[in-house]
T-cell receptor, first 115, second 111 residues
Framework: KAGVTQTPRYLIKTRGQQVTLSCSPISGHRSVSWYQQTPGQGLQFLFEYFSETQRNKGNFPGRFSGRQFSNSRSEMNVSTLELGDSALYLC??????????????FGEGSRLTVL | GQQLNQSPQSMFIQEGEDVSMNCTSSSIFNTWLWYKQEPGEGPVLLIALYKAGELTSNGRLTAQFGITRKDSFLNISASIPSDVGIYFCAGQLFPYDKVIFGPGTSLSVIP
C-alpha cells in the first residue's frame, strides 16, 4: 500500500513569510505526527493529530500550527518564518492502537530553507 | 523534560564487524524503539520493545529493553554496506504519548 506522502518536497521562503506543508498518511492510519529535524537538534516533536484533534504538543512557539481533516490528511503551518526554521519537516502516521502507538511510519519529509 | 542520549555519536567500522550502540535516559520509558534513517529518506522502524528486559531480534539486528527502563541497546552483527545510516532510539512513556527521539548514531561501513 502507498506510504506517507509529503508535499512539497523542497521549498525556499524568505524571513517573515509563512508556509504550509501537507501530509497524506497511510490508508487506514488516523494519527499523524509532525517532527522537525535539524543537524543540531535532531528530531524534535511538534504535534500529533488524531480524529481531527491535537492530542499531543511539543515545545514549539505558537507560530507552528497544524490541523487534520476528516480524511486524516494533515497540514502544518509556520507563520512569520525565521532563519532558524530551516529544517526537514517529517510527517509520520500510525494506527494509534494501544499496542503500537509508538510505531511510526515516516514520509520522506519537506525540506524548508528560509533565506 | 524527557531527553535521550545516544552513544557513540558516530562509528566507522569494517564490513563484517559487529556493532553496538546504546541509548540512555534520565527518566523511564515504557516503550523503546529503534529507527534507521538513510539519506533522503524518513526514519524506518527497525525494532519495537514493550517489556523491561525484553530482547528482540530482527535479522542481524538485536535490541534490548533495559531492566531499569532508562536504557536500550542495539547490536548489529556482521555489518554490510547497506547498514550505513543514522540509527535513532526513541522512547514513549505510555500509549498515545508523544514519541521522543535521541540524537542518533551515524554508522559508516568500510567495504
Amino acid at each position: 500500500k502507498a506510504g506517507v506522502t509529503q508535499t512539497p518536497r523542497y521549498l525556499i521562503k524568505t524571513r517573515g513569510q509563512q508556509v504550509t506543508l501537507s501530509c497524506s498518511p497511510i490508508s487506514g492510519h488516523r494519527s499523524v505526527s509532525w517532527y522537525q529535524q535539524t543537524p543540531g537538534q535532531g528530531l524534535q516533536f511538534l504535534f500529533e493529530y488524531f480524529s481531527e484533534t491535537q492530542r499531543n504538543k511539543g515545545n514549539f512557539p505558537g507560530r507552528f500550527s497544524g490541523r487534520q481533516f476528516s480524511n486524516s490528511r494533515s497540514e502544518m503551518n509556520v507563520s512569520t518564518l525565521e532563519l532558524g526554521d530551516s529544517a526537514l519537516y517529517l510527517c509520520a502516521s500510525s494506527h494509534r492502537t494501544v499496542a503500537n502507538t509508538g510505531e511510526l511510519f515516516f514520509g520522506e519529509g519537506s525540506r524548508l530553507t528560509v533565506l | 523534560g524527557q531527553q535521550l542520549n545516544q552513544s557513540p555519536q558516530s562509528m566507522f567500522i569494517q564490513e563484517g564487524e559487529d556493532v553496538s550502540m546504546n541509548c540512555t535516559s534520565s527518566s523511564i520509558f515504557n516503550t523503546w524503539l529503534w529507527y534507521k534513517q538513510e539519506p533522503g529518506e524518513g526514519p524506518v522502524l527497525l525494532i519495537a520493545l514493550y517489556k523491561a528486559g525484553e530482547l528482540t531480534s530482527n535479522g542481524r539486528l538485536t535490541a534490548q529493553f533495559g531492566i531499569t527502563r532508562k536504557d536500550s541497546f542495539l547490536n548489529i552483527s556482521a555489518s554490510i554496506p547497506s547498514d550505513v545510516g543514522i540509527y535513532f532510539c526513541a522512547g514513549q512513556l505510555f500509549p498515545y504519548d508523544k514519541v521522543i527521539f535521541g540524537p542518533g548514531t551515524s554508522l559508516s561501513v568500510i567495504p
